[in-house]
């Protein structure tokens, strides 16, 4: 029995629920666990109670998985990890415990365990948890899709229903609605990042040269950089998309590095686009040590509104433009 239909035969979801997720998995990827949880049929914690009763396999409490040392992590390297789909959390003598997305896969067992010399022990995980700790240990990046629905998901696995960012999003909406000049925009943005970042800043993009804007936490007067092969501002630039993840020690990044004193584990930059073109990035961390651990969908959600809010500014000063004298 595949697993949606066990879910059915639960009584955890209904054939019409499974249908509607199946029908997203089509167009979107990702399991149907996964699918699940986005559209709120299901709770993440249900689900992992379920894998475990399903694949008989014994599941990992959140908390265990949070601060696996370094050592363990490395017993299983990066290229493996994101192959298999597994972490390893512990080491026991000659064995390794780790978790992973289909522990009944017993070539890939057998497989890991001659190339890493342990017996693997395996437990069972969800998608969006195993893409998680992937990014967290292993650097590797994952999908905005897969970051957004995590963060619905707190420290002990429980679902929260509502986030109190989006009660505060309609009131920074007004903020962004009344502005008059492009500083006040930024100055919002700033603002509204300390809840989510301990350090931010903007930055300008003018073609290839980047110019420090305004920064919380961040000394950016006087900075100038060149976006240039491999470096944070070309990946965004590029991609047109959120970045996630370390910021990487190239030649590249140097000048920025120099800047923040040091190197973030765990940073967030994104494009602010204007009329089809990147006008300037945003980006956040919690200094050099820390993760971020804040909703990654209210910062999405504070560009797109500061986006929105250049317009009204443009729009305002054509409106002024007519009136006579």
């Known amino acids: 029995m595949k697993l949606g239909e066990a879910l059915v035969h639960g009584n955890l979801i209904t054939q019409e629920q499974l249908k509607e997720a ?6 979107f990827g990702g399991r149907i666990g996964t699918n699940l949880v986005e559209l709120g049929h299901i709770k993440e914690e249900e689900i992992m109670a379920f894998f475990g009763k399903f ?20 017993s299983l390297d990066k290229d493996l990890a994101e192959k298999y789909m597994m972490i390893p959390f512990r080491r026991d003598r000659n064995r390794l415990h780790a978790v992973m997305l289909n522990p009944r896969s017993f070539d890939v067992i057998e497989e890991i365990r001659f ?14 948890r195993l893409l998680y700790y992937l990014e967290k240990y292993y650097g590797i990046k994952r999908d905005l899709r ?12 429980e679902e929260v229903a509502h986030y109190e960012w989006e009660s505060q999003a309609l009131k920074v909406a007004e903020q962004f609605a009344a502005v008059h000049e492009k500083e006040n925009v930024i100055d919002i943005l700033l603002n509204e990042t300390a809840g989510i970042a301990a350090r931010g800043a903007v930055f300008e993009v003018n073609d290839v040269l980047i110019s420090g804007w305004k920064g919380r936490g961040i000394a950016v007067d006087g900075f100038e950089d060149m976006v240039s092969d491999s470096s944070l501002y070309d990946e965004v630039l590029s991609k047109r998309a959120l970045y996630r993840g ?3 020690q190239v030649p590249g990044n140097q000048k920025l590095i120099d800047r923040l004193q040091g190197t973030p584990r765990d940073c967030c930059m994104l494009p602010v686009n204007f009329h089809g073109k990147v006008i300037c990035l945003l980006y956040v961390d919690n200094g050099n040590d820390k993760v971020l651990d804040a909703s990654l969908s209210y910062i999405s959600t504070l560009v797109a509104m500061a986006e929105v809010s250049f317009e009204f500014v443009l729009l305002r000063k054509k409106l002024y433009s007519v009136i006579p004298g």
């Open 22 to 27: 199946l029908e997203r998995q089509v167009i």
């Open 55 to 74: 694949f008989r396999t014994p599941t990992v409490k959140p908390e265990v998985l949070e601060d696996i040392d370094p050592e363990t992590i490395a």
């Open 115 to 128: 190339k890493t010399g342990f017996d693997i022990i395996p437990y069972v995980i969800t998608e969006l």
């Open 146 to 157: 897969f970051i957004s629905v995590h963060d619905k998901i707190i420290d002990t696995g």
């Open 246 to 248: 370390p910021v990487q």
